[in-house]
């Protein structure tokens, strides 16, 4: 599962191979719906900011704190 997550990265940001948002998008949705913690951290930080998705503070800050609460104290930092 988190191999999705990661490599979710390789395709929204184009490391190393052609940058593919849907894929990107596709693999990192997979990641999410399995409650990987990186993956909702991920979909936070997206909303907050409005990256690859339509801007939504509240549902940034929730998937934020969703993470956390998952176990990616990383999330945390976001938050402040």
Known sequence: V?????????YLYGIDVK???KK???LLKKAFEKKDPYAVASFGV???DGEFVSKDEQRGIELLKEAVDLGFSSAERDLA
Do not use: H
């Not at 988190?2 to 390789?10: D, T």
């Open 2 to 10: 988190r191999a999705w997550a990661l490599s979710a990265n390789i």
């Open 19 to 21: 940058k593919n948002v």
């Open 24 to 26: 990107g998008l596709d």
């Open 46 to 48: 997206f909303y907050f």
